[in-house]
Structure formats: C-alpha cells, structure tokens
Nanobody, 115 residues
Framework: VQLVESGGGLVQPGGSLRLSCAAS????????MSWYRQAPGKERELVAG????????NYLDSVKGRFTISRDNFKNTVFLQMNSLKPEDTAIYYC?????????WGQGTQVTVSS
C-alpha cells in the first residue's frame, strides 16, 4: 500500500498550490479520502474529506471557500486545490485513506506560505 503526496512547496500569501496524492495497493474507490495537516507545535487536524464516490465533501471551517478536495477514481488520485493561501496554512499536509477500521497515511508534503 502506498499513498504518495506531491505538489507542496513555498508560495507567497494569496497564492495557490494543488496537492496530489497517488494511491496504490488497495481498492481506492471504496475508501474515504482525506487531507490532514500538522503545523509545528500543533496537533494534526482534518482539512478536508471526500466520500468514496466523490459526491460528499467536508472542510475545516478556516479553509472553506479557499480549498477544494476532489478525486479521480480512474487514476486513484485525490487532490487538494488550495487558493488564497495564508501564512497560517503553513504545515505538512498528509493524505489519508479510511475504510471501516483500515487506515493508511502518506508521508506528507510541506506547504510553506511566506513572503
């Protein structure tokens, strides 16, 4: 099983990034996919989630209207489009797959928002 995140980097405030998480080794389209983040000295928090069929989504209040989660079940990939980025969005972003008691995590990708 692998979850491989990509797309992180350094961006100025107000900028955009698109994170990707490529999945392999499990039946991707039966899992709920989520993005979490962890800033230095803080607990990991749920940023956005998307149901297995891609219809239902949920977001952390502070990212609503700025971030969009989506998935491509043919390419086994989940995305996080991040717009209007703020310095407080700086964190390591992790991809997670969940089905019942099964949990898979990616290794994370660093997002830094700074001028």
């Amino acid at each position: 099983v692998q979850l491989v995140e990509s797309g992180g980097g350094l961006v100025q405030p107000g900028g955009s990034l698109r994170l990707s998480c490529a999945a392999s080794g499990f039946t991707f389209d039966t899992f709920v996919m989520s993005w979490y983040r962890q800033a230095p000295g803080k607990e990991r928090e749920l940023v956005a989630g998307i149901a297995s069929d891609g219809v239902t989504t949920n977001y952390l209040d502070s990212v609503k209207g700025r971030f969009t989660i989506s998935r491509d079940n043919f390419k086994n990939t989940v995305f996080l489009q991040m717009n209007s980025l703020k310095p407080e969005d700086t964190a390591i972003y992790y991809c997670r797959a969940v089905r019942a008691s099964i949990r898979y995590w990616g290794q994370g990708t660093q997002v830094t928002v700074s001028s």
